[in-house]
């Protein structure tokens, strides 16, 4: 089956993004489009001189009009976050580049399935809604499905597991506010608190309980990667290249995605992350699981800090 997926940015990420989509054999045909359009140009050919290894595939650069009959739209263009910089500090400066090319890609896109990448991403997601007239269950922010993996592969280590079977995930704002539902997180069926005293390898398992410290590191874990090499890139175009294969397999898969909140949870107007289920007519609808009250309360408090940055920028 055909799959043309159009990714708007050919910067770090978005090139990235190219590359994996076609080492992994996930799309036919891959458009960049970028305002250096040489840049996109070099990419394209780059990615597309290594199809001989790959799935036969088409990789070029082009303009938007190029993108009819895209099936997925990828929205990485913005700048890049800076050594000390939050995420959230990006907001007026991504949101006007958003502003400029919400209206050229819709046109020949219309019915294209939107992912957002592009930080800060519950803030783009929600200004994305508010722009382009695309129905709800085609924009999907790239969320908080990077930091869930990030949690889960450090809970495997510290367990002694494959991330396969660690079941924890991260809500809210992809930043400084999200936090984990630790009273939903399981391993292999059994809740974290008690997993260690069921295990066969109890002795080896590292982790103390300590999930405030725990959670800190993980959401601190890609501003120590920025510090380190200066952005990240890697991890976020595996993260997006997973999003699109549980939209192009259609079996309904469920992920931290950004979306809109339309009074889950008492939260409306505004886009974070909180498990849903994505098929390939997008986003299905959330699985509203229950929460404790601390947990509630977290949640209630990153959608407070992403609307005082919305109101505070001009959409």
Sequence with gaps: MATKITIIGAG???ST??????????????????????????????IYQGTGFT???VVRSGHYEDAVGSSIVIITSGLARK????????????????????????????????????????VMTYAFHRLSGIPENHIIGSGTVLDTVRLQTELAKEFGISPKNVHAHVY?????????????????????SRYKSHAPHR?????????????????????????SKGATFYAV??????????????????????TMMNGEYGISDVCLSVLSIVDSDGVRGKIQNDLNDDELAKLRTSAEKLKETIAAINI
Aim: net charge negative; charged share 20%.
């Design 55 to 57: 799935s036969p595939a």
């Design 172 to 192: 809210g704002e992809h930043g400084d506010s999200s936090f984990v539902p630790w009273s939903l997180a399981t391993i292999s069926n059994n809740h974290i």
């Design 203 to 227: 002795e080896s398992i590292r982790f103390n309980g300590d999930y405030a410290d725990f959670e800190e590191r993980v959401r601190k874990s890609g501003a120590v990667v920025i510090q």
């Design 237 to 258: 175009a595996f993260a997006v290249c997973h999003i699109v294969k549980c939209i192009l397999n259609g079996s309904g898969t469920a992920l931290t995605v950004s």
């Design 12 to 14: 770090s990420v978005g």
């Design 17 to 46: 993004i190219a590359n994996d989509l076609i080492a992994m054999n996930i799309a036919t045909e891959i458009l960049l489009i970028d305002i250096n359009e040489q840049k996109a140009f070099g990419e394209a050919m780059d």
């Design 83 to 122: 050594p000390g910089q939050t995420r959230l500090e990006l907001a007026q400066t991504n949101v006007d580049i958003l502003k400029q090319i919400t209206p050229q890609i819709v046109e020949y896109a219309p019915d294209a399935i939107y992912i957002i990448v592009s930080n800060p991403v519950d």
